[in-house]
């Protein structure tokens, strides 16, 4: 577009602005004095903010648009490069590890606390992406499988006094169980219909929890759910809360390592391929009903255990930790972290959660820059922050 | 010798339309057959129902796998279907836009691979050795079909005779002993069309598959084929060789429309 459109472009977007903000920014009446202000710089100030962002909009878009027509093969993000790269694939991960193992003992316990949640959402957020990213089953009601785990620790530990490391694993088999359980009925839809399904589904558990008062104790929660043990050791409130940490850290390796595995195996591609046409993967003997439960199940079962290290950690829950909101939150995750990409699940975890956390510098404004920020990243990198790249393989067998 | 595919009166309706009437098709083993009419005449509808995207209304569609018994494939779904050692490509390419082309053909393997869920997450050995045979074959198949140098790109970006050649070699790695084409040559150029008239004469010759396709490229239809059906509205209007076909008033008639008598 030649520079002459595009300022009017912009002085016509920068017109309509001034006009659709007349009434704010304006207009000031005063009900004591019964005067009307007329606040004629604000007037002119939106002016020519707005004609400025939009420029500045304008050149990102055309920068954006012109560097996809150059590289479409070169497309890889920087992170990958590194971590394909030999020489610097160590150093980077050991700079990492670094980080997070030493992490609890620099910053302060509120920090600590944070990461564990960011960590969590990780956990969440990579399980989701199995069901979203990869098999591209849009799941609203994800949040159902984060409640039943939670639930499972509290109600195990109220009732039977069962310890966390009895839980957790018991945990992803109930996710996996209720997985499999909701997945069979409504996976026959798909798109926009699975959505709202699911996110009926996520609703109806939780208005479970919150009206059956004999089973979930209401909308008054379960308290007292203890923080895991070491050996039969409990921690005290500091050391307790950096014992968390580590398992956490534990989980989500753990997680990072088998869902890597998954996503690179036959299932793994099977789900990609379902994501990407269904009636030729049906064709290519690929039982689409199958798969499709493997993946809304293998996805609950990491909801499930995060639901377990959600109910240790805050030592306390009730229905309202588990509102469609939470389903949202981690979907924003995979979205915005890159769709089928872990690395950018990851990526997206931190920043969607830490990020937050730390705006509240700029309280009042907190999440008007975070909903800026997303809409931002959305427009400008909708493949999401660190986008999926396909395993390479290499036929050196046959050069022998 | 049992025929390979038996179709027997078999019958489409969707609401009140018959897509399909009453066809009868039978394929014998290493044949090259045609199956072609006029647009809309239920070509792809008879593809549909034999893979089981469709459930025939009436019918029945019986397979004789070689070295195997007769076997009904009413009613089955599509996956099952190409277990049992039919692969199909379709009209309209339909790639997995999101993977490589080795993936691609890695998809078509799903079916001969047995590790489940389980020891994908462990992968012991037998599970590895599965993958690393299975990424060899599907390299192999790509280098049958000439698309070697391709093998980690994007399959959305392929040439288009390139993605139509994938589509065959994604159908191949499922095993099949008979091979159904949804107009391989749509799009082509005369080059590429030749090329694939080659690459289907070699399938036939040493991938030991039988293969039945759509096509309106005439000069390859007649080339190609043993045997060619011809349908029309739905129903079956001639069946022979090329030769035949060619000289058969009710194919020119249903092709070029009928002479009227005072023109």
Known sequence: MPIKNQIKQSLIIAFWFMILTFPIMVIKVNTIRHTIDFRWANFLWVGIVTFFASMIWNYFLRRNEEQKKTDIADDIPLIHKLLQNDRFRRPFLGLVAAFFIAYPFVFPMYHTSIMISALVYVMLGLGLNIVVGLAGLLDLGYVAFYAVGAYAYALLNLHFGLSFWVVLPMSAFLGTLFGVLLGYPVLRLRGDYLAIVTLGFGEIIRIVLENWDDFSNGPRGIGDIPAPSFFGHQFGQHDAMIYMYFIVIGLVLMTIFFVHRLEHSKIGRAWIALRDDEIACQAMGIDKFKTKLTAFALGATWAAMGGVVFAAKTSFINPMSFTIWESITILCVVVIGGMGSAIGVIAGALVLILLPEYLRAVAEYRMLVFGALQVIVMVFKPDGLIKSVRKVYTFKAREE | ?263
């Open chain 2, 1 to 263: 010798m049992e025929p390979i595919l038996n179709v027997t009166n078999l019958t489409m309706n969707f609401g009140g339309l018959k897509a399909l009437d009453d066809v009868t098709i039978r394929l014998e083993k290493g044949q090259i057959a045609a199956l072609i009419g006029p647009n809309g005449a239920g070509k792809t509808t008879f593809f549909n129902c034999i893979t089981g995207i469709y459930e025939p209304t009436t019918g029945e569609v019986q397979i004789t796998p070689p070295g195997k018994n007769t076997q009904s494939l009413k009613g089955l779904k599509p996956n099952y279907v190409t277990e049992r050692g039919i692969a199909r490509t379709f009209q309209n390419i339909r790639l997995f836009h999101g993977m490589t082309v080795l993936e691609n053909v890695l998809i078509g393997r799903h079916c001969r691979l047995s590790s489940g869920i389980i020891k994908a997450m462990l992968q012991p050995p037998s599970q590895k050795k599965e993958e690393k045979k299975a990424v060899f074959d599907s390299y192999e198949i790509l280098e049958k079909i000439g698309l070697a140098k391709y093998v980690n790109d994007m399959a959305v970006n392929l040439p288009y005779g390139a993605q139509r050649r994938l589509e065959i070699a994604r159908a191949l790695a499922t095993d099949p002993f008979l091979l159904l084409l949804d107009e391989p040559a749509a799009g082509m150029n005369p080059q590429e069309t030749k090329e694939l008239d080659d690459l289907i004469l070699w399938l036939r010759d040493n991938e030991n598959v039988s293969i039945l396709l759509i096509e309106h490229d005439m000069k390859l239809v007649m080339s190609l084929s043993d045997w060619i059906h011809v349908v029309d509205y739905g129903k079956k209007i001639a069946e022979g060789t090329p030769a035949d076909i060619k000289a058969n008033p009710d194919v020119i008639k249903a092709y070029l429309g009928e002479e009227s008598d005072d023109a």
